[in-house]
């Protein structure tokens, strides 16, 4: 199975920004789908931003034009480029990626808190 590391999480204020990073232990270009999740206190864990790999993106409408997801092949990792943050996006966020057998695979996730 697949191994996904989340990397950069941490506590920021209100307005600024953090950059999340994903390395795979498979090859980036080999999934179908990659990208992030979060889970915040007591709530389900939802989308943030999943890129396929023909490059089409989908963004939860909460984070349209503040959150960037992109993908290295050549380095085997998802990057999650977070700007103008809110209190409401504070949760832990979970790397995800589904092979051609529509296997996924998680990390174990990394926390952000922004404060107000």
């Known amino acids: 199975q697949v191994q996904l590391v989340e990397s950069g999480g941490g506590l920021v204020q209100a307005g600024g920004s953090l950059r999340l990073s994903c390395a795979t232990s498979g090859w980036v270009s080999s999934f179908n789908r990659m990208g992030w999740y979060r889970q915040a206190p007591g709530k389900q864990r939802v989308l943030v931003a999943v890129?396929?790999?023909?490059?089409?993106?989908n963004y939860a409408d909460s984070v349209k034009g503040r959150f960037t997801v992109s993908r290295d092949n050549a380095k085997n990792t998802v990057t999650l480029q977070m700007n103008s943050l809110k209190p409401e996006d504070t949760a832990v966020y979970y790397c995800y990626a589904r092979n051609s057998l529509l296997v996924d695979s998680w990390g174990k996730g990394t926390l952000v808190t922004v404060s107000s």
């Open positions: 890129i396929a790999s023909g490059a089409s993106v």
